[in-house]
């Protein structure tokens, strides 16, 4: 169905939640940063500082081998807003899907540009800085519930945007945002990228207080879905959990862009909007130091370095964090990670196609920028185990330590969508 039509859309949501507005008033955090109010045109002066993920990560250290360079990822959300400062020159022409008034570039709540920021920002003037800035980004531009209510939306905008991104040279979807409800066309447009060789990252949603319902796309088997922790490393109390959590990343206390008009960022949001952006920037990190890998082995790679702590056996998934929490720098800065074989899914265990890239041209830029042992865990955002009491999980995050209760009932929730052992 094409724009203008009048059939009811089901309910959709970006995958983030709201924080503080970053004002004069200091904000007590965890480094009990304060905050100054920043111009309109301006980023907060001390946005960089709250990100506290980037120390925690060595991203740094990450970059002085690679930035991403060399990775498209779509970006399939609100739109993304190509001309803040640290966006510019960073994002591709992309497509929107909506149907209504605007482009691709026209974020209407600003989330899409913050998940753009996280993945790829420059960090220019003060904005966000991006796990990954040498990434260029491909802005897909979909509706939630709000803009759905106010314009006549073309109903098949998220499956039109997964095809899109399926047949483009992206290497890596990234998509924070969800519905409770499956669509068919979304279904055969995530198994057609799926089968383009495609690495697609999806957030499982911010509900789990609130009846902790399957959200898509994260939960299609296809589909990375992707839960969010906090600064302890303690999976966060909002993150959605069961089987079709994959892996985790950061996803609280982390600076976002207030609203569509990107004058200001905010502090305290929290959501798995946010892990998803990082773990898709994590993958193509790792992809850029490997392009002959295949989807298949930086997906590999991803889960067999991600943070288990104590008892927890590879191979082993959590409700709450699936194979563990991302630390890309395993494998950049120490060379750890096993690929796995090319063509052959850690998500379905089924041979796939293992091409990397498409028949379609590059997107042109726009014309107006539009576990081993202890060293390795010290040496990246660490480990993390589940509590008995909670069945939450923790990790270390540089000089954070977290108290670690293991009993028999740790692995109660292992999930049984895969065979243990992959």
């Not at 091409?355 to 040496?379: M, R, V, Y």
Request: proline share 5%; hydrophobic share 40%; glycine share 12%.
């Amino acid at each position: 169905m094409t724009a203008g039509t009048s059939q009811p859309r089901k309910r959709r949501v970006h995958l983030g939640q709201g924080g503080r507005l970053l004002g004069a008033v200091a904000v007590a955090a965890a480094w009990s940063v304060g905050f100054v109010a920043a111009a309109p045109s301006a980023a907060a002066v001390d946005v960089q500082s709250q990100q506290w993920y980037l120390g925690a990560m060595h991203a740094e250290e990450m970059w002085k081998s690679t930035t991403g360079e060399g990775i498209k990822v779509a970006v399939i959300d609100t739109g993304v807003n190509s001309s803040t400062p640290s966006l510019q020159g960073q994002v591709l022409r992309g497509l929107d899907a909506t149907g209504a008034e605007g482009d691709e570039t026209d974020d209407y709540n600003g989330h899409g540009t913050t998940m753009a920021e996280l993945i790829a920002g420059t960090g220019r003037d003060g904005g966000l800085k991006g796990l990954a800035p040498g990434v260029k980004i491909v802005p897909m531009r979909v509706a939630d519930t709000d803009f759905q209510n106010k314009h006549a939306v073309n109903v098949y905008d998220t499956a039109d945007s997964i095809r899109a991104a399926a047949d483009s040279d992206v290497k890596i979807i990234s998509m924070s945002f969800g519905s409770e409800f499956k669509m068919d066309q979304e279904i055969e447009a995530v198994k057609y990228a799926h089968s383009k060789g495609k690495l697609f990252f999806a957030a499982v949603g911010n509900d789990a207080k609130r009846g902790n319902k399957p959200i898509y796309p994260a939960a299609y088997p296809e589909v990375v879905g992707v839960g969010g922790t906090d600064q302890q490393g303690k999976a966060s109390e909002t993150s959605q959990h069961g089987a079709f959590v994959d892996i985790a990343a950061p996803g609280e206390d982390i600076p976002y862009w207030c609203d569509g008009n990107t004058g200001r960022y905010c502090q305290g949001g929290s959501g798995t909007s946010a892990a998803t952006a990082l773990t898709s920037a994590a993958a193509a990190l790792i992809w850029s130091a490997h392009p002959e890998w295949t989807a298949n082995q930086v997906l590999n790679v991803l889960f067999d370095t991600a943070g288990r702590g104590g008892n927890w056996e590879k191979g082993t998934l959590s409700n709450y964090l699936g194979h563990g929490i991302i630390r890309p720098a395993v494998n950049i800065l120490k060379g750890k990670g096993t690929p796995g074989a090319p063509d052959i899914s850690p998500l379905t265990h089924e041979k796939t196609s293992h091409s990397t890239g498409s028949a379609a041209p590059s997107a042109p830029t726009s014309a107006e920028p539009q576990k081993d042992g202890q060293a390795d865990d010290a040496a990246v955002a660490g480990p993390g185990t589940e509590k008995n009491d909670d069945d939450q999980l923790v990790w270390i995050l540089g000089g954070v330590a977290a108290v670690l209760v293991l009993g028999a009932a740790a692995f109660a929730l292992v999930r049984q969508r895969r065979a243990p052992g992959d």
